[in-house]
């Protein structure tokens, strides 16, 4: 067990102040965070961290607990890197004794404004001297109350397990996906009134869950009481069998049949599970009956989704159903470019497009960003092309599928993508589409077989070296900035990753 001196927990919290700060609007942070510091850490495990946070009144206590718990702990487990325990209590925090001779009187305590604090006041100059006590005009000013709504309606959404950063503001918008983004906010405006359900499919990393999420905190800002049910088709399966088992199937019932907004991610889970199936189709026309929205996701449109049942299937297909496309480079590039504006990570725009010739999906571009930020704020790195470089090498080794298949299955796996005979492929024709598909058979089996390029020709009528590495250089090059060449050899990958 081990429990942090004074100097270390000053340094725990003034992160965390930190951190608070871009969270919290001025009036919020002033009167709650700064009134309220921590004031022991203990460490009974590695991986627990057991926080005491100390406040001048029970109201204060009552009100941190209530409306901003979530987000202190997740301030503080980005911190301390350790699943935090939070424990309110009430009383002053430990003063030193440099503090305390020289903290000013609690009469002109309660005179200063609470909503200018000074430096020499804030937590993260002075976090145990004597606390501030918020004075009534600015508990009960205009600006505050409003900033606890802002505060109230982010707690809410942490509740409901939704993602503080999937925004309607953070979501790039372009070809592939502007018809989703309009749907979306027109749904998230006036629930169940126009398309319901709607329904997003498409690949990982499209962006359809972070719809999903945007669509509920724009409900939430229009109405705070909206109750809102987010959950996966996975979860939605566990709680189902869990309830069986407990014999609470009444409380699981309660849960989604009364709500007014139901979201479920990955919805082709329940494919195939028959008692979900039904337990989901009479929730559905519940929701429905009682003018409830309903939104789901799925990698498939309705109609590939084997096993599930027709009747489910004709209720979705009655709905909006919106295929999301995988984001093209530009996108991809705007997507680095909000992402890490976002995490305040100021990554140049030439080092953006680089990120996004190399990164196919969303998610992906989420956890380079995250590695990247990691190597700027933990190991002091400079943001550069050789860092970017290098993040960029980790993460495809990560995420390559990895291919265990012969020259031969390689070669039929690209001659039925590409919907060709083997011979054509492995032949001499000089066919613009049968080069073109040739070159990414040769790109694969040198990069993902590691095939020598002399073997390579042998599979191709015995093309010389200098053939194969043209060939190999070309799509390298290629696959960087077209889209069409990049997302070929991504499902090319995928498929043979697959027959291993």
């Known amino acids: ?45 590695e991986d627990v961290a057991q926080v005491t946070i100390s406040s001048p009144t029970a109201f204060h206590s009552t009100n941190l607990k209530k409306n901003l718990h979530p987000t202190l702990k997740l301030a503080l487990e980005s911190v301390t890197q350790a699943r935090v325990e939070i424990e309110y209590r009430v009383g002053q925090t430990p003063t030193s004794s440099s503090s305390t001779e020289s903290a000013p009187s609690p009469t002109n305590n309660a005179s200063a404004p609470l909503s200018n604090p000074t430096d020499q006041d804030s937590p993260e100059s002075q976090v145990f001297g004597q606390v501030k006590s918020p004075r009534v005009e ?31 503001e953070s979501f790039a918008v372009s070809s592939s996906n502007e ?14 009134t126009s398309y319901n359900p709607l329904f997003f499919y498409g690949g990982v990393g ?57 979201l479920i991610d990955d919805i082709q889970f329940i494919a195939g599970k028959n ?53 093209s480079f530009e996108l991809r590039t705007a997507i680095v470019l909000i992402k890490s504006k976002a995490v305040n990570l100021p990554i140049p725009i030439e080092l953006a497009k680089l990120i996004a010739t190399r990164v196919e999906s969303a998610r992906k571009i989420e956890g380079v960003i995250t590695s990247v930020r990691s190597e700027v704020e933990l190991k002091n790195k400079q943001i550069s092309p050789e860092l970017i470089e290098k993040v960029l090498s980790l993460e495809t080794k990560r995420s390559r599928p990895n291919i265990t298949a012969s020259p031969s299955q390689v070669i ?13 492929l492995r032949g001499a024709k000089r066919v613009k589409h049968v080069v073109a598909a040739r070159h990414i058979a040769m790109y694969i089996l040198k990069e993902d077989l590691s095939l020598p390029l002399t073997e390579i020709g042998r599979w191709f009528s015995d093309r010389d070296h200098t053939s194969i590495l043209y060939a190999t250089r070309k799509i390298s090059q290629n696959i960087r900035v077209n889209d069409r060449i990049f997302q070929d050899v991504s499902a090319l990958r995928t498929t043979l990753s697959l027959r291993a």
């Open 1 to 45: 067990m081990q429990t942090l001196d004074q100097a270390e927990l000053s340094r725990v919290w003034k992160k965390t102040c930190q951190k608070l700060k871009q969270e919290l609007s001025p009036a919020v942070y002033n009167t709650w965070i700064v009134a309220n510091p921590a004031s022991q850490i203990i460490f009974p495990t």
């Open 138 to 168: 600015d508990l009960f000013s205009e600006s505050t109350i409003l900033s606890s709504q802002e505060d109230r309606v982010k707690s809410i959404a942490q509740n409901i397990g939704l993602k503080t950063d999937f925004l309607f």
């Open 179 to 192: 018809m989703a983004h309009a749907a979306a906010v027109a749904v998230s405006n006036n629930p169940a």
């Open 206 to 262: 499209v962006g359809k869950t972070h719809l999903m999420h945007a669509i509920a905190h724009n409900v939430l800002q229009n109405n705070m009481n909206t109750k809102i049910v987010y959950c996966t088709g996975e979860e939605f399966t566990n709680e189902i069998v869990q309830a069986i088992q407990t014999k609470r199937a009444g409380v699981f019932k309660n849960k989604y049949r009364s709500a007014q907004v139901l």
């Open 275 to 327: 008692a979900v199936q039904e337990e989901f189709f009479h929730t559905f026309n519940a929701i429905i009956k009682q003018s409830g929205q309903i939104v789901l996701t799925s990698d498939r449109p309705p109609q590939e989704i084997s096993l599930l049942e027709s009747r489910l299937r004709s209720r979705f297909e009655a709905g909006l159903m919106i295929d999301i496309g995988q984001p």
């Open 412 to 424: 039929r796996a690209v001659a039925n993508h590409f919907k060709l005979k083997q011979s054509a």
